[in-house]
């Protein structure tokens, strides 16, 4: 594969390529989702939908590790990882719902989309920001509710990846992969990715 030099960083010392490979496009999608779009900032409150996925729980560290007050969603057998990379509240989607439990909120990062994208509407203050990974949120819904939508597209940027680096370098940024395939196993990789629960990245080895 090629892409232009500047569009490359080395990768951390401490962890293997296929951990490596399993940062870019997570870290940035979640960096983007937050920071350039959410414009998160120290001391606010962000709910992260889907914070077990492999976005999810970049955000949840990210946004942990910019000094916000982070709650994520996710079903229950993923709490204690959830909780582990620095969630302040856990919300299981399958027992609870999150727009009965949280409100004023300063930033919705949803990584799951459809019905939990519209239902985080009610979760913001006015002025708030709800970012999806997933499809963009409604306009209409944004002008009744008084706060700001948006969709990532994750770009390549180098500079954040470099700052997404030193975090994994000091270890504040953990890495979850969750399996590691042949490319002959492409069609199972997909299979798995489309399902939803594959609990991490899926690396696909050469
Ligand atoms: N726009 C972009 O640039 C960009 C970049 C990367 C990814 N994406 C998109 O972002 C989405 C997430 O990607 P990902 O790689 O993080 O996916 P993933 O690793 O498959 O994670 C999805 C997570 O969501 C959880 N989940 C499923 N339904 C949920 C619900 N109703 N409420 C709360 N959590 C729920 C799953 O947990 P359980 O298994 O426990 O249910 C799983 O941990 C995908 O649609 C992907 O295509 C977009």
Redesign the pocket.
């Known amino acids: 594969m090629t892409a232009p030099a500047s569009e490359f960083v080395h990768k951390p010392k401490q962890i293997d390529f296929d951990t490596a490979a399993s940062v870019p ?2 870290a940035l ?1 979640a960096w983007q989702g937050i920071f350039d779009h959410g414009k998160l900032a120290s001391g606010q409150r962000i709910l992260i ?9 970049m955000a949840v560290q990210l946004a942990k590790n910019k000094g916000a007050r982070v709650i994520g ?3 229950g ?2 709490e204690e990882f959830v909780r582990k990379l620095g969630a302040d509240e856990f919300i299981d ?2 027992k609870e719902k999150f727009e009965e439990k949280v409100r004023d909120l300063d930033v919705v990062f949803d ?3 459809g019905d ?1 994208q519209e239902r985080a509407f009610q979760t913001l203050k006015g002025g708030g920001f709800l970012v999806s ?2 499809s963009p949120p409604s306009a209409e819904k944004a002008k009744e509710f008084g706060v700001t939508v948006a ?4 770009m390549p940027k180098p500079d954040q990846l470099v700052e997404i680096n030193r975090l994994v370098e000091s270890g504040k940024l953990k890495v979850r992969v ?1 399996t590691v395939l042949p490319l002959a196993e492409v069609k199972k990789a997909h299979q798995l ?1 489309a ?7 899926i690396i696909l080895r050469p």
């Open positions: 496009v997570a999608t939908t889907g914070a077990s996925g492999a976005v999810g729980s969603t996710g079903s057998r993923n989607y399958k990584t799951v989309g939990t990974t997933v969709m990532v597209q994750m969750a990715s399902a939803g629960h594959a609990d991490g990245k």
